[in-house]
C-alpha cells in the first residue's frame, strides 16, 4: 500500500516570504504526482503534474520537484501573498493498481 | 465546458436510507473516481473506473456501489446509509494517459 505523508501539517508566514511544503511517499513505483490546492468548503484546483520521468515543472510562482528514487516532492512557493492561503494535497498514482493516493495536505496562512 | 459536475452539494439522509450521489463529466476522459474526504484522514479511494463497463475497489469500498455505463456519468450508489458515511464525497476525472486529475465541487452528507 502506498502512504503519502506531507509535513507540516500547518504553517504560518509572513507576506512575501518564500516557502517550501513536503510530500514523500513509500512506494516509488508511480505514474505521477500531482499537486492541489483547496479553499475552506471547496473542491481541489490542480496547481502542478510531474510525470514519474520528469524532475520538476513550474507555473508562476509555485515549482514542483520530483525525486522518485527517494520518494520525495516539493512545492516551492516564491513571494507568498495572502490568496495563497489554503490547504496544499499531493497526491501520487500508483503505477501498480493505477489507484491515486493523497496526503493530509499542508494548512498555509499567509499573513499580511 | 463545465468539467465535472456532482449534484446534489448538501444532502441528508436517516440512517438506513439509501441515495445515489450523481457524477458527470463532459471532458470525454476515460477514468474517474469517487473519493470521500474526511478530517484528518485526507481523501481516500472509494471506487474507480477506466472505462465504460469497468470499475474496481479502492481502499474503501464497503457500503458503497458503483457503476459505469457512459464515459460521462459515475454515479455511487449508498445502499443503506450509516452515520459512519458522514464525509464530504469528491467524484474526479482523469485525462487519459496519466494526466490529471479534475474534481468536482463535492457533495456534503450527513447520516442522523
Known amino acids: 500500500k502506498q502512504e503519502v505523508t506531507q509535513i507540516p501539517a500547518a504553517l504560518s508566514v509572513p507576506e512575501g516570504e518564500n516557502l517550501v511544503l513536503n510530500c514523500s511517499f513509500t512506494?516509488?513505483?508511480?505514474?505521477?504526482l500531482q499537486w492541489f490546492r483547496q479553499d475552506p468548503g471547496k473542491g481541489l484546483t490542480s496547481l502542478l503534474l510531474?510525470?514519474?520521468?520528469?524532475r520538476e515543472q513550474t507555473s508562476g510562482r509555485l515549482n514542483a520537484s520530483l525525486d522518485k528514487s527517494s520518494g520525495r516532492s516539493t512545492l516551492y512557493i516564491a513571494a507568498s501573498q495572502p490568496g495563497d492561503s489554503a490547504t496544499y494535497l499531493c497526491?501520487?498514482?500508483?503505477?501498480?493498481?493505477?489507484?491515486?493516493?493523497f496526503g493530509t495536505g499542508t494548512s498555509l496562512t499567509v499573513i499580511p | 465546458n463545465a468539467g465535472v459536475t456532482q449534484t446534489p452539494k448538501f444532502q441528508v439522509l436517516k440512517t438506513g436510507q439509501s441515495m445515489t450521489l450523481q457524477c458527470a463529466q463532459d471532458?470525454?476522459?476515460?477514468?474517474m473516481s469517487w473519493y470521500r474526504q474526511d478530517p484528518g484522514m485526507g481523501l481516500r479511494l472509494i471506487h474507480y473506473?477506466?472505462?465504460?463497463?469497468?470499475?474496481d475497489q479502492g481502499e474503501v469500498p464497503n457500503g458503497y456501489n458503483v457503476s459505469r455505463s457512459t464515459t460521462e456519468d459515475f454515479p455511487l450508489r449508498l445502499l443503506s446509509a450509516a452515520p459512519s458515511q458522514t464525509s464530504v464525497y469528491f467524484c474526479?476525472?482523469?485525462?487519459?494517459?496519466?494526466?490529471?486529475?479534475?474534481f468536482g465541487p463535492g457533495t456534503r452528507l450527513t447520516v442522523t
Open positions: 474526479a476525472s482523469t485525462q487519459t494517459g496519466y494526466g490529471e486529475q479534475y
Open positions: 512506494d516509488s513505483a508511480i505514474y505521477n
Open positions: 510531474i510525470q514519474s520521468s520528469q
Open positions: 497526491a501520487v498514482r500508483r503505477a501498480v493498481g493505477n489507484q491515486f493516493y
Open positions: 471532458m470525454n476522459h476515460e477514468y
Open positions: 473506473s477506466v472505462g465504460a463497463g469497468i470499475t
